[in-house]
């Protein structure tokens, strides 16, 4: 009989968010008179932008005609799409980045998850705790993960570095040798984010280490601190050492019609098995070619209107209605005395659970008692217990029904 991947026996129960839902499902199944306020997994709530629409419609419309029907697109991308990116996201930021740096996928989470396909089975992986589980996971599937131990709830091969409030959410250099980095910011789950200066002091050892930081740079769009980069290529040295992951997921909305893009710059090599230098941009573009047909010229229109006048206008209309939510939040929070976090430059929020209470259980207390769903701080790592997260993507009045609920918990 054929053999399977062993290394699938290590994942640790089930998808974190698959287990809300289980829960979740039950409660209701059992409940169905209750009115559930989901903030937990950071799904968006409100619709693609006007322009955005008018994007797709009229692509949909070329579709239908011979002389503009579109099929096989460039698997890196159109150009109109990259060109795009190029200016607006780097350009307009003083950074220089070529078209063919640039790679339009599906999603950041597919990217962040396949871009380990490139490493050595032997590279050591670093994390911070709590960290978002396809960081883990992936590499536990690729089997660089070593056995996991049940009293520390970490793997034995993987480097976990600590951010909470203790540390200032900010994480330490890692004590021993890391090959691979994977850093968040604004973070996913804590909402926090590093300054300019914090994450300079990691693209110079990764320099110095000859280390590869895998930064995963999904909730920009929601950064209002000047002193809090957009990119990590606005920290000098970030192109010979950093792979970026960028989404129009949360940014426009597209998380039900999936587009997203990777930046690897020409500039970052790794080394083979011979100790001759490979670059990363062409074996990612061998990859990206090979195992991956392009998003939909529909869905790229589309993306490329949200840097329309108007797309950028509406755009940022949202990311203030999901930050608004997340002000609601943080600050309901600290008003009925929980210490809260995040919420500033990101749609999450992170909160320490009342009296040192276990995340699992705090979740079943919110949702069986105020009938609101959060996602349990242990789900993100063995930091995160203790901890707790909601979302800013629902409606104002659910959110500010959630902490009406919230206020009244006894």
């Avoid at 199944?29 to 209750?34: I, R, S």
């Avoid at 990259?82 to 930021?93: G, K, Q």
């Amino acid at each position: 009989m054929f053999k399977v991947n062993d290394n699938f026996g290590r994942l640790q129960g089930s998808y974190l968010f698959s287990e809300i839902a289980h829960r979740v499902s039950e409660y209701t199944e059992a409940n169905p008179d209750k009115e559930i306020i989901r903030l937990g997994i950071g799904d968006v709530t409100r619709p693609l932008a006007p322009a955005v629409l008018q994007a797709i419609d009229a692509a949909t419309q070329e579709m239908a005609d011979e002389k503009t029907f579109m099929g096989y697109g460039p698997e890196q991308g159109y150009e109109f799409l990259r060109a795009a990116i190029r200016e607006n996201d780097y350009a307009a930021r003083g950074v220089e980045i070529g078209m063919d740096e640039i790679f339009v996928s599906d999603g950041s989470k597919c990217d962040t998850g396949n871009i380990q396909e490139l490493l050595a089975p032997g590279c050591k992986i670093g994390v911070t705790d709590p960290v978002y589980p396809v960081y883990v996971d992936t590499n536990v599937m690729a089997g660089r993960s070593g056995e996991f131990d049940g009293e520390t709830g970490k793997f034995t091969e993987i480097t976990y570095i600590p951010t909470t409030a203790e540390n200032g959410f900010v994480p330490a250099l890692p004590g021993k040798k890391v090959d691979v980095m994977y850093l968040c910011s604004p973070n996913n789950p804590t909402g926090t984010a590093m300054t300019k200066a914090e994450l300079k002091v990691w693209v110079d050892w990764a320099n110095e280490t000859g280390a590869l930081i895998l930064f995963d740079g999904a909730y920009e769009h929601f950064i209002t601190d000047e002193n809090v980069p957009h990119s990590i290529y606005e920290i000098d040295g970030a192109k010979t050492c950093a792979i970026e992951f960028r989404s129009f997921s949360k940014t426009a909305g597209f998380t039900g019609t999936r587009c997203a893009y990777t930046i690897v710059p020409k500039e970052l090599m790794g080394e083979n098995s011979r100790g001759e230098k490979v670059s990363m941009n062409a074996m990612w573009l061998r990859r990206h070619t090979t195992k991956f047909n392009g998003v939909s010229y529909i869905v790229q229109r589309g993306a490329a209107a949200v840097y329309s006048a108007e797309g950028k206008k509406q755009v940022d209309e949202t990311i203030a209605f999901y930050l608004e939510n997340a002000k609601i939040i943080r600050e309901g929070l600290e008003k009925i005395g929980i210490t809260a976090y995040g919420g500033v430059n990101s749609p999450y929020v992170w909160l320490k659970t009342p009296d040192n209470m276990k995340s699992w259980d705090f979740f079943d207390k919110l949702l069986s008692e105020a009938n609101v769903v959060g996602t349990p701080g242990s789900g993100f790592g063995s930091a995160g217990e203790g901890y707790f997260r909601l979302t800013a993507f629902n409606t104002k009045e659910n959110t500010e029904k959630a902490i009406e609920r919230l206020a009244n918990l006894k």
